[in-house]
Structures are given as structure tokens and as C-alpha cells.
């Protein structure tokens, strides 16, 4: 197991949610360190196995594909002596063998992991694994683009209980930032703001559906020195009425892309109109969005028109910044959502019990986003790769 670092633990780290902003630098790459400051939920009798080392071991086994519980449990009974001293586990004073936990030990730690102190230590080590830009500094500061969308776990409904529901944050790289479960008598407009709470938000720019689309959101996060592209549908007739009366036959085109790909032909068009008397907290500009697209092998054309407002005034951000950020917004169903059900099968797996539906989707979103940061484009064939030597998941995960 690696030594855990000399200097002193930040103050903000002594109790979550965690801060990425007050880690040491030579602490960036150490996931213990941040795994550590997750609470251990079993009692102190009877612990054979370190909380960390679990984890730890959890998290390398799902780096080489495991999808399950079993297999995870399956991945640590066959790591080598040598894998299993590195990930923490002790070795027996007499027979100098390092015995392995069993499953059922793996289960109980994630079924009682306190799941928002899982996440926000997933989510504080990977910003603070993010590099520094190496670009020169800019005449105005780089906005990052940060999507924020929901997702059912559809494996874990019973007859008694609904499918857990999470929400997460993810730049448009494909880094997840922040996840929380969604109350099962609730929806995600309450968790929006409690899910930002622990990510910076300098320089961001948060997409987000027409859902959140609130007053108390937007407000919320200008106040956190966030900007936001927030979609204007008729669930809020009144500001989608003034935002559509704009009169756009009459305003230039400001941006055009066309894309031939998948058997379709695709023009987007945007627009966008500076307008001060926006009923929404902080709107500068508002927004017109008009995709045409052709399917090549029926000649079906389908237009679709959406508006959209945001508190980026003219100089903050070009037109064609704009249509990236609108279109890249859709990435987060694309990077993430999509892998966790086709790659590691999410939808189709059983694991209902306690938190155990939100802790590996907590687990998933960690490879992923790993993978995506190392630039990694194809994530299967990443765990493909993984899986084939017992030492390329320590690697990865900074402990070795």
C-alpha cells in the first residue's frame, strides 16, 4: 500500500464534503488519500479487512471490466501476493500469506458506504487529478462546459421499492465531477443544488435540461460565479412566450455547422439575440437553435427548434463556443449514461440491496472517467487492455 504523505491533511478534508481546490499537488495521483476520507459504516468488531484496502481493490478490479459484485470478488481472489500487498491487504504474521476477503465481506462495505461521502471523494480526487492547461493564458478567462443530468438505475426496482435514480455532473469531457442519489419521492430539482455544492464553479459554464430551468438555479449559480445555458420549453409558458416572440426572421445567422455522418445529413443553425429584459436571474443573451436532418436511406426530414438563454453576455463567448456547448451537452447521455448501461451493463444487474446500486455506478463513473482523462476514447478496449496484466489497474490508479 502506498505511504500515505507526510504533510498534514488539509482542514477541508477532515470532513466531507471534500475540496479538491486545498490538496497538496504530490498528493493528486494518491487515491488513498481521498478514499480514505470515506467512513468505514462497519463496526469495529470483528474488521479483518482495512476499508481502504476494499476499496481500493473494488475499484481496481472494476478497471479490468468487472461488472458484477462476484466478479469483483473473483478479480481480488486472484490477484498475485504481491498485487494484494500494494491495495493494503496485511499479510498473516505466521504464514507471511495475504489472505483474501470473501465476498460477502466486499458486499457489506458497499451495501452501508455512506454513498455522498463516496462521491465526493471520487469527485475531489479526480479534480485534483486534473492537469493544469498548458495553453498560454487567454485574453479572457477559458470557460469549462459542465453537463448536469439524471440517470435510473433500472436493475434496481423491486416490487416494493422504485429504481434508484442518480444525478451527476460531468464536464464535457467525460470527467465526472460530482453524483447524488435522487430521493425516491422526489425529483431532481432539489439535488441540483446540493450536487454543485462541492465542485468549483469559476469559469464554468453548466448545461442542463429544460428541467432545471429554474429561477432559484440561476440564481444560484451566478452567485457561485457560474455562467449557464439554460433550455426554454413551455413547462415555463411565460418565459418561453418572450423568448420565442423575438423577432429571429429579422436577426442574422450567427453560426452553421453540416455533418454527414450515420446515414444522415445534418445542418444546425443558431442565432442569438442580447437581450436585457429576460425574466431569469442574470440573462444576457437569448438563444435559437434550428437542426434539419435527413435520414439518407429513407429521405425522412425531421426540424427541430429550440430555444435557450444564458447569462453569457457578448464578449464572454463566440457563436460557434455556443453551438459547441448546446450540442457537447448531449455528451454526458453519450460518455457516460451509454457506457455504464452497454459496457459494464448497468440496466441488467441485480444489485438492489442498501447502497449498493448507487456505490458501483460511483465505482463506474470513476473508471470512466480515469480512461477519459488519460484520453481514452474507446472504453471497452481500455478494459480490455487493463484486464490482461495485474499491474496496469495500480498503475492507473497512482500506486505504484
Not at 3 to 10: H, K, N, R, V
Not at 145 to 172: E, F, I, N, P, Y
Not at 205 to 223: F, K, S
Request: hydrophobic share 40%; aromatic share 4%; net charge positive.
Amino acid at each position: 500500500m502506498p505511504a500515505q504523505t507526510s504533510s498534514p491533511i488539509p482542514a477541508a478534508l477532515e470532513q466531507l464534503p471534500l475540496q479538491a481546490a486545498s490538496i497538496a499537488a504530490d498528493d493528486a495521483a494518491d487515491l488513498c488519500y481521498f478514499l480514505g476520507r470515506v467512513p468505514d459504516p462497519r463496526g469495529r468488531r470483528g474488521r479483518r479487512y482495512p476499508a481502504l484496502a476494499l476499496l481500493c481493490a473494488a475499484v481496481a478490479a472494476v478497471l479490468t471490466g468487472a461488472r458484477s459484485l462476484i466478479a469483483v470478488s473473483e478479480w481480488i481472489a486472484d490477484a498475485p501476493q504481491h498485487v494484494l500487498g500494494v491495495l493494503g491487504f496485511a499479510a498473516d504474521p505466521l504464514t507471511g500469506i495475504r489472505p483474501v476477503p470473501h465476498a460477502a465481506t466486499v458486499r457489506r462495505l458497499l451495501q452501508h458506504i455512506d454513498g455522498d461521502a463516496l462521491d465526493a471523494a471520487i469527485g475531489a480526487y479526480l479534480q485534483a487529478r486534473r492537469p493544469p492547461s498548458m495553453r498560454p493564458e487567454p485574453k479572457r478567462p477559458a470557460l469549462r462546459a459542465v453537463a448536469v443530468d439524471g440517470k435510473t438505475v433500472r436493475g434496481s426496482r423491486t416490487q416494493t421499492a422504485a429504481a434508484v435514480q442518480l444525478l451527476a455532473a460531468m464536464d464535457h469531457q467525460g470527467v465526472v465531477l460530482a453524483q447524488r442519489q435522487i430521493s425516491s419521492k422526489s425529483n431532481e430539482i432539489p439535488s441540483f443544488q446540493p450536487l454543485l455544492d462541492t465542485t468549483d464553479l469559476e469559469n464554468t459554464v453548466l448545461t442542463a435540461d429544460a428541467l432545471h430551468t429554474q429561477h432559484g438555479h440561476g440564481a444560484y449559480l451566478r452567485e457561485r460565479g457560474a455562467h449557464y445555458l439554460a433550455m426554454v420549453k413551455k413547462n415555463h409558458h411565460g418565459l418561453n412566450a418572450q423568448v420565442r416572440k423575438l423577432p429571429w426572421q429579422d436577426i442574422p445567422l450567427d453560426h452553421r455547422t453540416r455533418d454527414r455522418a450515420h446515414h444522415r445529413d445534418e445542418i444546425r443553425r443558431l442565432k442569438v439575440a442580447a437581450f436585457h429584459h429576460i425574466d431569469y436571474p442574470g440573462a444576457r443573451q437569448a438563444i435559437q437553435t434550428v437542426r434539419w436532418r435527413r435520414d439518407m436511406s429513407t429521405g425522412k426530414l425531421t426540424i427541430q427548434r429550440v430555444y435557450l438563454i444564458t447569462s453569457l453576455g457578448v464578449f464572454d463567448a463566440t457563436p460557434a463556443e455556443l453551438a459547441a456547448w448546446i450540442r457537447g451537452h448531449w455528451g454526458i447521455e453519450n460518455l457516460l449514461h451509454h457506457v455504464r448501461d452497454r459496457t459494464f451493463r448497468e440496466d441488467d444487474s441485480k444489485v438492489r440491496t442498501g447502497h449498493l446500486p448507487r456505490a458501483m455506478a460511483s465505482l463506474r463513473n470513476l473508471v470512466i472517467s480515469l480512461f477519459r482523462q488519460n484520453g481514452e476514447t474507446n472504453i471497452a478496449a481500455a478494459l480490455r487492455h487493463t484486464s490482461r496484466d495485474y499491474s496496469r489497474p495500480l498503475h492507473t490508479l497512482g500506486l505504484t
